[in-house]
Protein backbone atom coordinates (compact mmCIF):
# COMPACT_ATOMS: atom_id res chain seq x y z
CA UNK A 1 0.00 0.00 0.00
CA UNK A 2 1.82 3.58 -1.39
CA UNK A 3 -1.03 5.78 -0.03
CA UNK A 4 0.66 8.47 1.45
CA UNK A 5 -1.55 9.40 4.65
CA UNK A 6 -0.65 9.69 8.07
CA UNK A 7 -2.17 7.26 10.71
CA UNK A 8 -3.46 10.27 12.48
CA UNK A 9 -5.23 11.54 9.79
CA UNK A 10 -6.92 7.97 8.81
CA UNK A 11 -7.97 7.22 12.41
CA UNK A 12 -9.33 11.21 12.57
CA UNK A 13 -10.96 10.64 9.53
CA UNK A 14 -12.63 6.93 10.68
CA UNK A 15 -13.43 8.55 14.35
CA UNK A 16 -15.23 11.73 12.14
CA UNK A 17 -17.13 8.63 9.93
CA UNK A 18 -18.13 6.93 12.80
CA UNK A 19 -19.77 9.73 14.79
CA UNK A 20 -21.40 11.85 11.63
CA UNK A 21 -22.55 8.55 9.55
CA UNK A 22 -23.60 8.78 6.09
CA UNK A 23 -27.62 9.40 6.42
CA UNK A 24 -28.69 7.89 3.09
CA UNK A 25 -28.19 4.34 4.15
CA UNK A 26 -29.72 2.28 1.37
CA UNK A 27 -32.55 0.15 2.11
CA UNK A 28 -32.22 -3.73 3.41
CA UNK A 29 -34.59 -4.96 1.22
CA UNK A 30 -33.34 -2.70 -1.98
CA UNK A 31 -33.25 -4.08 -5.43
CA UNK A 32 -30.07 -2.99 -7.54
CA UNK A 33 -29.44 -4.04 -11.18
CA UNK A 34 -26.06 -2.24 -12.04
CA UNK A 35 -23.89 -4.31 -10.48
CA UNK A 36 -24.66 -7.89 -12.14
CA UNK A 37 -26.87 -6.73 -14.86
CA UNK A 38 -29.75 -8.12 -13.21
CA UNK A 39 -31.98 -7.43 -10.86
CA UNK A 40 -30.36 -8.36 -7.51
CA UNK A 41 -31.44 -7.62 -3.87
CA UNK A 42 -28.76 -4.91 -2.43
CA UNK A 43 -27.95 -7.59 0.19
CA UNK A 44 -26.48 -10.45 -1.99
CA UNK A 45 -24.18 -7.28 -3.77
CA UNK A 46 -20.42 -7.36 -3.38
CA UNK A 47 -19.25 -4.40 -5.17
CA UNK A 48 -19.42 -1.15 -3.72
CA UNK A 49 -23.07 0.41 -4.17
CA UNK A 50 -25.33 3.25 -3.95
CA UNK A 51 -28.86 4.28 -4.74
CA UNK A 52 -30.02 7.76 -4.93
CA UNK A 53 -33.69 7.63 -4.71
CA UNK A 54 -36.36 9.74 -6.02
CA UNK A 55 -36.82 10.98 -2.12
CA UNK A 56 -33.47 11.93 -1.95
CA UNK A 57 -33.63 13.73 -5.45
CA UNK A 58 -37.16 15.88 -4.86
CA UNK A 59 -35.73 16.79 -1.29
CA UNK A 60 -32.33 17.69 -3.01
CA UNK A 61 -33.04 20.80 -4.96
CA UNK A 62 -30.22 20.14 -7.11
CA UNK A 63 -29.99 22.26 -9.96
CA UNK A 64 -28.09 19.43 -11.95
CA UNK A 65 -27.64 16.26 -12.09
CA UNK A 66 -23.33 17.08 -11.68
CA UNK A 67 -24.39 18.99 -8.40
CA UNK A 68 -26.17 15.74 -7.45
CA UNK A 69 -23.76 13.71 -7.98
CA UNK A 70 -21.22 15.72 -6.68
CA UNK A 71 -22.26 15.16 -3.32
CA UNK A 72 -21.66 11.26 -3.36
CA UNK A 73 -19.15 9.66 -1.93
CA UNK A 74 -16.36 8.73 -4.28
CA UNK A 75 -17.22 11.36 -7.13
CA UNK A 76 -15.62 15.17 -7.85
CA UNK A 77 -16.94 17.09 -10.54
CA UNK A 78 -15.17 20.02 -12.37
CA UNK A 79 -17.25 22.34 -14.86
CA UNK A 80 -16.17 25.41 -16.55
CA UNK A 81 -19.55 27.65 -15.59
CA UNK A 82 -22.71 27.23 -14.36
CA UNK A 83 -25.01 24.53 -14.59
CA UNK A 84 -25.53 24.52 -18.30
CA UNK A 85 -21.26 24.46 -19.70
CA UNK A 86 -19.13 21.47 -19.67
CA UNK A 87 -18.97 19.04 -16.94
CA UNK A 88 -16.18 16.14 -16.32
CA UNK A 89 -17.59 13.13 -13.61
CA UNK A 90 -14.39 11.54 -11.63
CA UNK A 91 -15.41 8.64 -9.72
CA UNK A 92 -12.45 7.79 -7.75
CA UNK A 93 -10.25 9.85 -9.34
CA UNK A 94 -10.55 7.99 -12.30
CA UNK A 95 -11.42 10.66 -16.03
CA UNK A 96 -14.40 11.19 -17.12
CA UNK A 97 -13.62 9.24 -20.15
CA UNK A 98 -13.09 6.31 -17.89
CA UNK A 99 -16.43 5.78 -16.62
CA UNK A 100 -19.61 4.42 -18.39
CA UNK A 101 -23.14 6.31 -17.99
CA UNK A 102 -25.80 4.00 -19.02
CA UNK A 103 -29.78 5.46 -19.09
CA UNK A 104 -32.22 2.72 -18.51
CA UNK A 105 -29.39 0.10 -19.97
CA UNK A 106 -28.61 1.95 -23.21
CA UNK A 107 -24.94 3.30 -22.82
CA UNK A 108 -24.66 7.33 -23.56
CA UNK A 109 -21.79 9.18 -24.29
CA UNK A 110 -19.68 10.95 -27.00
CA UNK A 111 -17.58 8.67 -29.40
CA UNK A 112 -14.92 11.54 -30.34
CA UNK A 113 -14.30 12.32 -26.23
CA UNK A 114 -15.15 9.27 -24.96
CA UNK A 115 -17.45 10.67 -22.35
CA UNK A 116 -20.93 11.76 -21.00
CA UNK A 117 -22.89 15.18 -22.29
CA UNK A 118 -23.46 15.74 -18.48
CA UNK A 119 -25.24 19.04 -18.92
CA UNK A 120 -27.58 17.64 -21.34
CA UNK A 121 -29.03 14.44 -18.70
CA UNK A 122 -32.04 16.09 -17.24
CA UNK A 123 -32.42 15.50 -14.00
CA UNK A 124 -36.39 16.57 -13.80
CA UNK A 125 -36.44 13.21 -15.87
CA UNK A 126 -34.88 10.93 -13.77
CA UNK A 127 -36.50 8.50 -11.16
CA UNK A 128 -33.36 7.01 -9.44
CA UNK A 129 -29.75 6.23 -10.07
CA UNK A 130 -27.43 3.45 -9.43
CA UNK A 131 -23.63 4.03 -8.66
CA UNK A 132 -21.40 1.26 -8.44
CA UNK A 133 -17.61 1.48 -7.85
CA UNK A 134 -14.67 0.10 -9.14
CA UNK A 135 -14.04 -1.84 -12.48
CA UNK A 136 -16.97 -3.21 -14.68
CA UNK A 137 -15.54 -3.71 -17.78
CA UNK A 138 -15.82 -7.72 -17.42
CA UNK A 139 -19.89 -6.97 -17.55
CA UNK A 140 -19.67 -3.69 -19.74
CA UNK A 141 -17.01 -3.68 -21.63
CA UNK A 142 -14.58 -0.47 -22.92
CA UNK A 143 -13.69 2.37 -20.16
CA UNK A 144 -15.97 0.78 -17.10
CA UNK A 145 -12.10 1.55 -15.16
CA UNK A 146 -13.99 3.74 -12.35
CA UNK A 147 -17.20 2.85 -12.39
CA UNK A 148 -20.49 2.85 -14.14
CA UNK A 149 -24.07 5.31 -13.47
CA UNK A 150 -26.65 4.13 -14.57
CA UNK A 151 -29.64 6.96 -14.59
CA UNK A 152 -33.19 5.12 -14.49
CA UNK A 153 -36.45 7.14 -15.83
CA UNK A 154 -39.60 7.41 -14.29
CA UNK A 155 -41.67 3.66 -14.74
CA UNK A 156 -45.37 3.54 -14.36
CA UNK A 157 -47.20 0.99 -11.89
CA UNK A 158 -50.67 0.97 -10.22
CA UNK A 159 -53.27 3.58 -10.59
CA UNK A 160 -52.77 6.21 -12.83
CA UNK A 161 -51.37 9.19 -11.11
CA UNK A 162 -50.18 12.65 -12.13
CA UNK A 163 -47.04 14.14 -10.33
CA UNK A 164 -45.74 17.60 -11.28
CA UNK A 165 -43.09 20.34 -9.81
CA UNK A 166 -42.84 24.22 -11.02
CA UNK A 167 -39.71 25.93 -9.01
CA UNK A 168 -38.06 29.57 -9.30
CA UNK A 169 -34.49 30.74 -7.69
CA UNK A 170 -31.65 32.82 -8.15
CA UNK A 171 -30.72 33.67 -11.90
CA UNK A 172 -34.51 33.89 -13.06
CA UNK A 173 -34.02 29.66 -13.06
CA UNK A 174 -37.41 28.47 -13.59
CA UNK A 175 -38.01 24.94 -13.77
CA UNK A 176 -41.38 23.15 -14.39
CA UNK A 177 -41.85 18.91 -14.79
CA UNK A 178 -45.03 16.85 -14.92
CA UNK A 179 -45.34 13.11 -15.26
CA UNK A 180 -47.99 10.56 -16.53
CA UNK A 181 -48.13 7.22 -14.91
CA UNK A 182 -49.89 3.81 -14.52
CA UNK A 183 -50.94 0.42 -15.00
CA UNK A 184 -53.40 -1.30 -16.61
CA UNK A 185 -53.05 -4.67 -14.12
CA UNK A 186 -54.53 -7.99 -15.50
CA UNK A 187 -52.82 -10.98 -17.43
CA UNK A 188 -51.75 -8.27 -19.87
CA UNK A 189 -50.99 -5.70 -18.13
CA UNK A 190 -49.81 -2.62 -19.99
CA UNK A 191 -47.73 -0.13 -17.84
CA UNK A 192 -46.61 3.56 -19.12
CA UNK A 193 -45.01 6.42 -18.33
CA UNK A 194 -44.67 9.83 -19.96
CA UNK A 195 -42.52 12.63 -18.26
CA UNK A 196 -41.56 16.40 -20.27
CA UNK A 197 -39.54 18.99 -18.52
CA UNK A 198 -38.25 22.27 -19.04
CA UNK A 199 -35.46 24.48 -17.47
CA UNK A 200 -34.39 27.83 -17.85
CA UNK A 201 -32.06 30.30 -16.56
CA UNK A 202 -30.36 33.53 -16.88
CA UNK A 203 -27.19 32.28 -15.28
CA UNK A 204 -24.41 33.64 -14.46
CA UNK A 205 -21.06 34.79 -15.81
CA UNK A 206 -19.46 31.14 -16.93
CA UNK A 207 -15.24 33.04 -16.78
CA UNK A 208 -13.62 35.60 -14.42
CA UNK A 209 -11.10 38.59 -14.92
CA UNK A 210 -7.55 36.46 -16.18
CA UNK A 211 -9.17 34.14 -18.47
CA UNK A 212 -8.70 35.40 -22.07
CA UNK A 213 -12.25 34.16 -22.91
CA UNK A 214 -13.61 36.40 -20.47
CA UNK A 215 -16.78 37.98 -20.60
CA UNK A 216 -18.44 39.69 -18.14
CA UNK A 217 -21.82 39.01 -19.68
CA UNK A 218 -24.41 36.47 -17.84
CA UNK A 219 -24.14 32.80 -19.56
CA UNK A 220 -27.78 30.90 -19.71
CA UNK A 221 -28.85 27.59 -20.67
CA UNK A 222 -32.24 26.33 -21.90
CA UNK A 223 -33.25 22.67 -21.29
CA UNK A 224 -35.97 20.65 -22.91
CA UNK A 225 -36.90 16.66 -22.41
CA UNK A 226 -39.62 14.49 -22.76
CA UNK A 227 -39.18 10.47 -21.91
CA UNK A 228 -41.08 7.73 -21.80
CA UNK A 229 -41.47 4.29 -20.49
CA UNK A 230 -43.99 1.00 -22.10
CA UNK A 231 -44.07 -2.60 -21.37
CA UNK A 232 -46.99 -5.05 -22.11
CA UNK A 233 -47.09 -8.56 -20.26
CA UNK A 234 -47.79 -10.51 -23.49
CA UNK A 235 -48.03 -13.72 -21.49
CA UNK A 236 -46.85 -14.89 -18.17
CA UNK A 237 -43.12 -14.64 -18.51
CA UNK A 238 -43.37 -12.90 -21.89
CA UNK A 239 -42.73 -8.88 -21.77
CA UNK A 240 -42.08 -5.99 -24.37
CA UNK A 241 -41.15 -2.78 -24.47
CA UNK A 242 -40.27 0.23 -25.43
CA UNK A 243 -38.21 3.16 -24.05
CA UNK A 244 -36.71 6.69 -24.82
CA UNK A 245 -35.35 10.23 -23.57
CA UNK A 246 -34.95 13.32 -25.45
CA UNK A 247 -32.75 15.97 -24.22
CA UNK A 248 -32.34 19.52 -25.72
CA UNK A 249 -30.08 21.72 -24.71
CA UNK A 250 -28.96 25.48 -25.46
CA UNK A 251 -26.33 27.27 -23.44
CA UNK A 252 -24.26 30.26 -23.73
CA UNK A 253 -20.31 30.52 -22.75
CA UNK A 254 -17.95 32.78 -23.05
CA UNK A 255 -15.44 33.40 -25.86
CA UNK A 256 -13.41 36.56 -25.41
CA UNK A 257 -15.86 40.22 -25.72
CA UNK A 258 -17.56 40.14 -28.16
CA UNK A 259 -21.07 40.94 -28.15
CA UNK A 260 -21.80 37.84 -30.44
CA UNK A 261 -23.81 35.55 -28.78
CA UNK A 262 -20.97 32.52 -28.58
CA UNK A 263 -23.31 29.35 -28.23
CA UNK A 264 -23.51 25.62 -27.86
CA UNK A 265 -26.36 23.70 -28.71
CA UNK A 266 -26.60 19.48 -27.53
CA UNK A 267 -29.20 17.22 -28.14
CA UNK A 268 -28.98 13.72 -26.18
CA UNK A 269 -31.24 10.92 -27.54
CA UNK A 270 -31.46 7.45 -25.97
CA UNK A 271 -34.47 4.72 -27.49
CA UNK A 272 -34.48 1.03 -27.27
CA UNK A 273 -37.43 -1.96 -27.80
CA UNK A 274 -36.45 -5.48 -26.00
CA UNK A 275 -38.04 -8.66 -25.66
CA UNK A 276 -38.28 -10.96 -22.54
CA UNK A 277 -39.02 -14.37 -22.68
CA UNK A 278 -38.91 -17.53 -19.97
CA UNK A 279 -38.55 -20.06 -22.67
CA UNK A 280 -37.58 -22.66 -19.88
CA UNK A 281 -38.61 -22.32 -16.02
CA UNK A 282 -34.97 -22.03 -14.87
CA UNK A 283 -33.83 -19.13 -17.95
CA UNK A 284 -34.49 -15.29 -18.38
CA UNK A 285 -33.82 -14.05 -21.95
CA UNK A 286 -32.99 -10.52 -23.03
CA UNK A 287 -33.01 -9.27 -26.63
CA UNK A 288 -32.98 -5.56 -26.59
CA UNK A 289 -32.24 -3.35 -29.52
CA UNK A 290 -30.80 0.16 -28.57
CA UNK A 291 -29.44 3.19 -29.89
CA UNK A 292 -28.08 6.45 -28.26
CA UNK A 293 -27.10 9.89 -30.00
CA UNK A 294 -24.88 12.50 -29.60
CA UNK A 295 -25.56 16.04 -31.01
CA UNK A 296 -23.22 18.72 -30.86
CA UNK A 297 -22.82 22.22 -32.47
CA UNK A 298 -21.19 25.48 -31.49
CA UNK A 299 -21.59 28.91 -32.26
CA UNK A 300 -17.80 30.14 -31.72
CA UNK A 301 -17.64 33.64 -33.63
CA UNK A 302 -19.65 35.57 -36.36
CA UNK A 303 -17.25 33.60 -38.86
CA UNK A 304 -18.39 31.25 -40.85
CA UNK A 305 -14.97 28.92 -39.72
CA UNK A 306 -16.50 29.56 -36.23
CA UNK A 307 -19.42 27.07 -36.66
CA UNK A 308 -18.82 23.39 -35.73
CA UNK A 309 -20.97 20.36 -35.51
CA UNK A 310 -20.06 16.92 -33.96
CA UNK A 311 -22.66 14.24 -34.21
CA UNK A 312 -22.19 10.44 -32.24
CA UNK A 313 -24.23 7.30 -32.40
CA UNK A 314 -24.05 4.34 -30.74
CA UNK A 315 -26.21 1.08 -31.81
CA UNK A 316 -26.15 -2.00 -29.87
CA UNK A 317 -27.72 -5.22 -29.80
CA UNK A 318 -27.96 -7.40 -26.72
CA UNK A 319 -28.39 -11.07 -26.05
CA UNK A 320 -28.72 -11.63 -22.07
CA UNK A 321 -29.77 -14.98 -20.81
CA UNK A 322 -29.79 -15.76 -16.95
CA UNK A 323 -29.49 -19.21 -16.14
CA UNK A 324 -30.79 -19.75 -12.56
CA UNK A 325 -29.42 -23.05 -10.92
CA UNK A 326 -31.05 -23.44 -7.93
CA UNK A 327 -30.40 -19.93 -6.04
CA UNK A 328 -27.09 -19.54 -8.26
CA UNK A 329 -27.24 -17.38 -11.93
CA UNK A 330 -25.12 -17.72 -14.46
CA UNK A 331 -25.04 -15.29 -17.04
CA UNK A 332 -24.22 -15.39 -20.71
CA UNK A 333 -24.39 -12.35 -22.81
CA UNK A 334 -23.33 -10.83 -26.57
CA UNK A 335 -23.25 -8.09 -27.45
CA UNK A 336 -22.95 -5.91 -30.67
CA UNK A 337 -21.91 -2.33 -30.86
CA UNK A 338 -21.39 0.10 -33.66
CA UNK A 339 -20.36 3.58 -33.33
CA UNK A 340 -21.07 6.42 -36.01
CA UNK A 341 -19.39 9.44 -36.34
CA UNK A 342 -20.20 12.67 -38.54
CA UNK A 343 -18.83 16.16 -38.52
CA UNK A 344 -18.83 19.30 -40.65
CA UNK A 345 -14.78 19.12 -39.86
CA UNK A 346 -12.24 16.68 -40.50
CA UNK A 347 -13.18 14.35 -43.11
CA UNK A 348 -10.76 11.87 -40.96
CA UNK A 349 -13.21 11.19 -38.30
CA UNK A 350 -16.46 10.56 -40.46
CA UNK A 351 -16.36 6.63 -39.97
CA UNK A 352 -18.04 3.73 -37.94
CA UNK A 353 -16.20 0.99 -35.91
CA UNK A 354 -18.03 -1.83 -34.67
CA UNK A 355 -17.36 -4.07 -31.23
CA UNK A 356 -18.63 -7.44 -30.60
CA UNK A 357 -18.45 -8.77 -27.38
CA UNK A 358 -18.91 -12.08 -25.61
CA UNK A 359 -19.14 -12.65 -21.64
CA UNK A 360 -19.87 -15.00 -19.22
CA UNK A 361 -20.64 -14.08 -14.96
CA UNK A 362 -21.29 -16.49 -12.15
CA UNK A 363 -23.22 -15.18 -8.69
CA UNK A 364 -23.38 -17.81 -5.69
CA UNK A 365 -24.68 -17.50 -2.57
CA UNK A 366 -23.26 -20.23 0.37
CA UNK A 367 -24.34 -19.58 3.73
CA UNK A 368 -22.25 -16.73 5.08
CA UNK A 369 -20.12 -16.87 1.75
CA UNK A 370 -21.14 -14.95 -1.90
CA UNK A 371 -18.87 -15.31 -4.64
CA UNK A 372 -19.14 -13.75 -8.39
CA UNK A 373 -16.68 -14.36 -11.64
CA UNK A 374 -17.01 -12.81 -14.43
CA UNK A 375 -14.95 -12.86 -18.39
CA UNK A 376 -15.33 -10.82 -21.49
CA UNK A 377 -14.07 -10.32 -24.68
CA UNK A 378 -13.93 -7.22 -26.53
CA UNK A 379 -13.23 -7.22 -30.57
CA UNK A 380 -12.94 -4.00 -32.40
CA UNK A 381 -10.04 -2.11 -34.30
CA UNK A 382 -7.98 -0.87 -31.53
CA UNK A 383 -7.47 -5.03 -31.60
CA UNK A 384 -9.20 -7.94 -28.65
CA UNK A 385 -9.74 -7.16 -25.08
CA UNK A 386 -9.87 -9.87 -22.02
CA UNK A 387 -11.13 -8.91 -18.78
CA UNK A 388 -12.40 -10.27 -15.95
CA UNK A 389 -13.08 -10.10 -12.25
CA UNK A 390 -13.87 -12.14 -9.08
CA UNK A 391 -14.91 -10.77 -6.01
CA UNK A 392 -16.16 -12.74 -2.12
CA UNK A 393 -18.20 -11.79 0.38
CA UNK A 394 -18.05 -13.24 3.74
CA UNK A 395 -20.95 -12.04 6.20
CA UNK A 396 -18.87 -12.37 9.79
CA UNK A 397 -22.66 -11.95 11.90
CA UNK A 398 -25.90 -10.53 10.93
CA UNK A 399 -24.70 -6.91 10.76
CA UNK A 400 -21.28 -7.10 9.76
CA UNK A 401 -19.71 -8.03 6.20
CA UNK A 402 -16.50 -8.34 4.56
CA UNK A 403 -15.29 -7.87 1.06
CA UNK A 404 -12.78 -8.08 -1.30
CA UNK A 405 -12.47 -8.26 -4.97
CA UNK A 406 -10.35 -8.38 -7.95
CA UNK A 407 -10.89 -6.43 -11.41
CA UNK A 408 -9.44 -6.24 -14.77
CA UNK A 409 -10.41 -2.63 -17.24
CA UNK A 410 -9.54 -0.87 -20.34
CA UNK A 411 -10.70 2.22 -21.66
CA UNK A 412 -11.21 2.04 -26.34
CA UNK A 413 -9.09 4.82 -27.35
CA UNK A 414 -11.67 7.66 -28.48
CA UNK A 415 -11.88 8.88 -32.26
CA UNK A 416 -10.28 11.91 -31.57
CA UNK A 417 -7.29 9.94 -29.92
CA UNK A 418 -7.13 7.20 -32.76
CA UNK A 419 -8.39 9.55 -35.94
CA UNK A 420 -8.14 13.54 -35.54
CA UNK A 421 -5.53 15.25 -37.58
CA UNK A 422 -2.30 16.26 -36.48
CA UNK A 423 -3.13 14.70 -32.99
CA UNK A 424 -4.53 10.73 -33.08
CA UNK A 425 -2.73 7.81 -33.45
CA UNK A 426 -4.29 5.00 -35.34
CA UNK A 427 -1.85 2.65 -33.84
CA UNK A 428 -2.98 3.70 -29.95
CA UNK A 429 -3.86 1.10 -28.20
CA UNK A 430 -6.75 1.01 -25.40
CA UNK A 431 -5.28 2.12 -21.63
CA UNK A 432 -5.62 -0.92 -19.00
CA UNK A 433 -6.67 -0.97 -15.28
CA UNK A 434 -5.80 -3.98 -12.67
CA UNK A 435 -8.03 -2.93 -9.75
CA UNK A 436 -7.82 -4.87 -6.08
CA UNK A 437 -9.93 -3.60 -3.02
CA UNK A 438 -11.49 -4.83 0.23
CA UNK A 439 -14.29 -3.50 1.99
CA UNK A 440 -16.37 -3.56 5.30
CA UNK A 441 -19.66 -3.74 6.09
CA UNK A 442 -22.35 -2.78 8.85
CA UNK A 443 -26.02 -2.20 9.03
CA UNK A 444 -27.86 -2.64 11.65
CA UNK A 445 -31.10 -1.25 10.18
CA UNK A 446 -30.55 1.85 12.33
CA UNK A 447 -26.27 2.63 12.03
CA UNK A 448 -24.65 1.81 8.66
CA UNK A 449 -20.84 2.41 8.57
CA UNK A 450 -19.35 1.32 5.72
CA UNK A 451 -14.47 1.55 4.46
CA UNK A 452 -13.47 0.76 1.36
CA UNK A 453 -9.94 0.46 0.19
CA UNK A 454 -9.12 0.37 -3.87
CA UNK A 455 -6.19 0.26 -5.48
CA UNK A 456 -6.09 0.40 -8.88
CA UNK A 457 -3.63 0.25 -11.20
CA UNK A 458 -3.42 1.95 -15.03
CA UNK A 459 -1.32 1.71 -17.42
CA UNK A 460 -0.77 2.55 -21.48
CA UNK A 461 -2.35 5.88 -20.47
CA UNK A 462 -3.20 7.66 -23.48
CA UNK A 463 -2.06 11.64 -22.82
CA UNK A 464 -0.89 14.85 -24.94
CA UNK A 465 2.80 13.85 -25.88
CA UNK A 466 5.55 16.69 -26.62
CA UNK A 467 6.99 16.08 -28.82
CA UNK A 468 5.51 13.60 -30.96
CA UNK A 469 7.37 10.23 -30.67
CA UNK A 470 5.97 9.60 -34.55
CA UNK A 471 5.04 13.30 -35.95
CA UNK A 472 6.37 15.17 -38.60
CA UNK A 473 5.53 18.82 -38.57
CA UNK A 474 2.20 18.34 -38.35
CA UNK A 475 2.14 17.74 -34.99
CA UNK A 476 3.64 20.51 -33.19
CA UNK A 477 1.23 20.19 -30.27
CA UNK A 478 1.92 17.01 -29.41
CA UNK A 479 -0.25 13.88 -29.98
CA UNK A 480 -1.82 11.57 -28.32
CA UNK A 481 0.17 8.54 -27.33
CA UNK A 482 0.27 5.59 -24.92
CA UNK A 483 3.07 6.63 -23.11
CA UNK A 484 2.04 7.55 -19.14
CA UNK A 485 0.95 5.43 -15.81
CA UNK A 486 -0.99 6.35 -12.84
CA UNK A 487 -2.08 4.73 -9.80
CA UNK A 488 -5.17 5.77 -8.18
CA UNK A 489 -5.65 4.89 -4.50
CA UNK A 490 -7.98 5.43 -1.43
CA UNK A 491 -10.03 5.08 1.33
CA UNK A 492 -13.71 5.94 1.27
CA UNK A 493 -15.55 5.64 4.30
CA UNK A 494 -19.28 6.10 5.33
CA UNK A 495 -21.71 5.49 7.54
CA UNK A 496 -25.57 6.69 8.89
CA UNK A 497 -27.28 6.65 12.37
CA UNK A 498 -29.53 8.72 13.85
CA UNK A 499 -29.25 10.85 17.53
CA UNK A 500 -32.22 12.73 19.27
CA UNK A 501 -34.05 12.69 16.22
CA UNK A 502 -31.87 14.23 13.33
CA UNK A 503 -30.39 12.05 10.59
CA UNK A 504 -26.56 12.45 10.35
CA UNK A 505 -24.70 11.94 7.77
CA UNK A 506 -21.32 11.43 6.20
CA UNK A 507 -18.89 10.41 3.27
CA UNK A 508 -15.21 11.20 3.57
CA UNK A 509 -12.78 10.00 0.43
CA UNK A 510 -9.05 10.07 1.77
CA UNK A 511 -6.90 9.12 -1.71
CA UNK A 512 -3.84 9.39 -4.07
CA UNK A 513 -4.79 9.60 -7.68
CA UNK A 514 -1.06 10.37 -9.35
CA UNK A 515 0.42 10.03 -12.43
CA UNK A 516 3.03 7.44 -12.00
CA UNK A 517 5.18 8.33 -14.56
CA UNK A 518 5.50 12.48 -13.40
CA UNK A 519 4.79 11.89 -9.73
CA UNK A 520 2.60 14.60 -10.16
CA UNK A 521 -0.92 14.42 -8.70
CA UNK A 522 -3.69 14.12 -11.61
CA UNK A 523 -5.80 17.33 -12.81
CA UNK A 524 -8.48 18.55 -10.77
CA UNK A 525 -8.24 15.39 -8.57
CA UNK A 526 -8.13 16.16 -4.17
CA UNK A 527 -6.80 14.27 -1.84
CA UNK A 528 -9.57 14.38 -0.09
CA UNK A 529 -13.16 15.32 -0.17
CA UNK A 530 -16.20 14.51 1.32
CA UNK A 531 -20.02 16.04 2.87
CA UNK A 532 -21.90 15.96 5.97
CA UNK A 533 -25.44 16.22 6.08
CA UNK A 534 -28.28 16.65 9.36
CA UNK A 535 -32.03 16.06 8.98
CA UNK A 536 -34.76 16.79 11.68
CA UNK A 537 -38.15 16.74 11.49
CA UNK A 538 -40.92 18.33 13.09
CA UNK A 539 -44.59 16.83 11.71
CA UNK A 540 -44.50 17.76 8.18
CA UNK A 541 -41.96 20.04 8.17
CA UNK A 542 -38.24 18.46 7.51
CA UNK A 543 -35.23 20.90 7.64
CA UNK A 544 -31.34 19.98 6.80
CA UNK A 545 -27.88 21.00 6.93
CA UNK A 546 -25.10 20.07 4.24
CA UNK A 547 -21.30 20.84 4.52
CA UNK A 548 -19.57 19.09 1.45
CA UNK A 549 -15.76 19.89 1.07
CA UNK A 550 -12.48 19.54 -1.17
CA UNK A 551 -9.40 19.57 -0.40
CA UNK A 552 -6.79 21.17 -3.14
CA UNK A 553 -6.39 20.37 -6.43
CA UNK A 554 -4.16 21.26 -9.09
CA UNK A 555 -5.62 22.65 -12.78
CA UNK A 556 -2.81 21.39 -14.91
CA UNK A 557 -0.76 17.96 -14.80
CA UNK A 558 2.70 19.67 -14.09
CA UNK A 559 0.97 20.71 -10.55
CA UNK A 560 2.05 24.60 -10.55
CA UNK A 561 -1.83 25.82 -10.94
CA UNK A 562 -2.97 25.31 -7.55
CA UNK A 563 -7.35 25.55 -6.99
CA UNK A 564 -7.62 26.21 -3.41
CA UNK A 565 -9.67 24.00 -1.21
CA UNK A 566 -13.24 24.80 0.01
CA UNK A 567 -16.19 24.54 2.23
CA UNK A 568 -19.74 25.21 1.23
CA UNK A 569 -23.12 25.08 3.71
CA UNK A 570 -25.83 24.23 2.23
CA UNK A 571 -29.60 25.04 3.86
CA UNK A 572 -32.97 22.90 2.92
CA UNK A 573 -36.37 22.39 3.92
CA UNK A 574 -39.23 20.95 2.78
CA UNK A 575 -42.88 20.90 4.14
CA UNK A 576 -45.60 18.63 3.12
CA UNK A 577 -49.24 20.27 3.40
CA UNK A 578 -51.09 17.26 2.44
CA UNK A 579 -51.07 13.85 0.98
CA UNK A 580 -50.49 15.12 -2.16
CA UNK A 581 -48.77 19.32 -2.24
CA UNK A 582 -45.32 19.32 -0.76
CA UNK A 583 -42.94 22.52 -1.12
CA UNK A 584 -39.23 22.87 -0.68
CA UNK A 585 -36.82 25.73 -0.15
CA UNK A 586 -33.02 25.35 -0.85
CA UNK A 587 -30.24 27.59 0.00
CA UNK A 588 -27.15 26.55 -1.38
CA UNK A 589 -23.58 28.09 -0.56
CA UNK A 590 -25.18 30.76 2.40
CA UNK A 591 -21.68 31.87 2.94
CA UNK A 592 -21.15 33.02 -0.81
CA UNK A 593 -18.05 31.54 -1.01
CA UNK A 594 -15.99 32.02 -3.85
CA UNK A 595 -13.87 28.57 -5.48
CA UNK A 596 -12.52 26.78 -8.30
CA UNK A 597 -13.61 24.15 -10.30
CA UNK A 598 -11.71 25.19 -12.98
CA UNK A 599 -8.85 27.70 -13.28
CA UNK A 600 -10.96 31.05 -13.91
CA UNK A 601 -13.69 29.50 -14.31
CA UNK A 602 -16.81 31.05 -12.06
CA UNK A 603 -19.01 28.46 -9.62
CA UNK A 604 -22.08 29.72 -8.32
CA UNK A 605 -22.37 31.35 -5.50
CA UNK A 606 -25.32 31.96 -3.17
CA UNK A 607 -28.36 30.65 -4.44
CA UNK A 608 -31.77 30.23 -2.90
CA UNK A 609 -34.57 27.76 -5.03
CA UNK A 610 -38.12 27.16 -4.10
CA UNK A 611 -40.74 24.65 -5.50
CA UNK A 612 -44.47 23.27 -5.05
CA UNK A 613 -44.77 19.37 -5.75
CA UNK A 614 -47.66 17.82 -6.40
CA UNK A 615 -48.56 13.90 -6.25
CA UNK A 616 -45.57 12.97 -5.09
CA UNK A 617 -45.75 10.08 -2.62
Known sequence: MTLRISRPATLTSLAFAMAACYAHAEPIDAVVVTATRTPQPLANVISDTITIGPEQIAASGAGSIVDLLQRQRGIEIARNGGAGTASSVYIRGANGNQNIVLVDGVRIGSSTTGAA??????????????????PLSSLYGADAIGGVIQIFTKKGKGAPEVT????YGSDKTREADATLSGATGGEHSFSYAISAGKEKSDGFS?????????????????KEN???QFSLQVAPGYEAGALFLHSKLESQYDNGASAYDVRSKAELESAAVYGKAKFVPNV??????SESKDKGQNWGSAAASGYSRIDTKQTDITLQNDVRIGADVLQLLYDHRKEEVSTNGSEALNRDRTTNSWAASYNARRGANLLNASIRRDNAVYGSKNTGSIGYGYDISAQL??????????RAPTYNELYYPSYGNVNNKPEQGKNAEVGLRWDDGVNALSASYFHNQLTNLLVNTTPCP????????????NVNKALLEGVTIAGATKVAGIDLA?????QDPKDDTSGKRLQRRAKKHGNVTADYSIGALKTGVELEFSGDRYDDAANKVRLGGYGLVNLYATYTFTKDWSALVRWNNIGDKQYDLARLYATPGSKVFAGIRYGYK
Request: glycine share 12%; with cysteine.
Open 401 to 410: RATASYGTSF
Open 206 to 222: ATRPGLSSYNPDRDGYD
Open 506 to 510: ANLDL
Open 470 to 481: FGTAGYAFGCAY
Open 284 to 289: DTLLQY
Open 226 to 228: VSG
Open 164 to 167: AFAG
Open 117 to 134: NWSAIPLTAIDHIEIVYG
